[in-house]
């Protein structure tokens, strides 16, 4: 076989897979020299292009990856834990020293809500309103104020029913329901949840669970609903106080003048006998 033939001679697939192989590693050596002689400074080698002319351009299909910055900066983003079924609400917090809760149910309501918010604005402390959905409805202004001065809103129900006395779908409509409009007016969803009249179930913590609340109730009651005057209310909260105490008044529901008159007088002394009011953090995070 003559020599001429010989460069004639058709590839065989042996042939063709060492022709293959030869290329690529040259491609490669060619592109290795590449960065390291732009890590040098110096201009690359560029590889010829095929004898065919330039390959066509294939536009590059949108991912994440190119589409959002990339940074090393923060904690990676992770989806937020949903909390335990609990078989009891949280009646106390823990914290460090004297830490104490008020919480504040059944509202907001336009009478009485700005002046508790005032007195606690004065004080410069943070307190839990758990809100019945209908009752944001028509106060949703005090709703994001509660979320401009850093308290804490929870979810109490749209209308206050009685839980224990519902189906399951009823229940749940009443607390997602509540979840939105919070979500909506407060900028979050609950992180708690605090069933009317105390009232709980297997079924609201479960579904409490399921909408990522967790359940919290109260350790003194001031039985402010009864209006039992001022100075009582206060006395309760005074003679119940103690390290981890949650404080159950209302804002709504009724006249709450006594509630407001109340705790522009044992705010103050509480802070005075050395207590924190400070807001819970959830148990499962």
């Known amino acids: 076989m003559t020599k001429d033939q010989s460069l004639t001679r058709p590839l065989t697939r042996r042939r063709a897979l060492l022709a293959g ?17 732009t890590l040098a400074g110096e201009e690359p080698v560029r590889p010829a292009l095929p004898a065919t002319g330039p390959q066509p351009h294939r536009a ?24 335990l079924v609990r078989h009891r609400p949280f009646l106390r917090v823990s914290g460090r020293g004297r830490t104490i809760v008020l919480t504040f149910d059944d509202g907001p309501d336009a009478r009485y809500t700005p002046h508790i918010l005032d007195t606690l604005r004065d004080y410069d402390v943070r307190a839990m309103f758990f809100v019945c959905g209908e009752m944001v409805a028509e106060n949703k202004d005090l709703v994001a104020r509660m979320a401009d001065e850093g308290h804490v809103v929870g979810n109490h129900t749209w209308s206050h029913p009685l839980l224990t ?13 509540t979840c939105d409009i919070v979500e909506e007016t407060y900028g979050e969803r609950p992180a708690w949840f605090r069933a009317p009249y105390g009232a709980w179930n297997r079924a609201t913590f479960q579904l409490g669970a399921e909408l990522g609340m967790e359940p919290l109730a109260w350790t003194v009651d001031t039985l402010d609903w009864m209006s039992p005057g001022t100075r009582t209310i206060i006395h309760r909260v005074e003679h119940g106080a103690a390290p981890g105490v949650v404080v159950l008044s209302h804002d709504a529901g009724g006249d709450r003048s006594q509630s407001v008159l109340a705790l522009r007088t044992y705010l103050p002394e509480l802070l005075d006998s050395g207590y924190f009011v400070t807001v819970p953090e959830r148990k499962y995070t």
């Open 60 to 83: 590059l299909k949108p991912s994440t990856y190119r589409l959002e910055p990339l940074t090393g900066y923060g904690p990676p983003r992770v989806a937020p834990r949903r909390p």
């Open 165 to 177: 006395r519902l189906s399951r779908a009823r229940i749940r409509a009443e607390m997602e329901r």
């Open 21 to 37: 192989a030869v290329a690529a590693g040259a491609a490669g050596t060619a592109g290795i020299a590449g960065v390291i002689a």
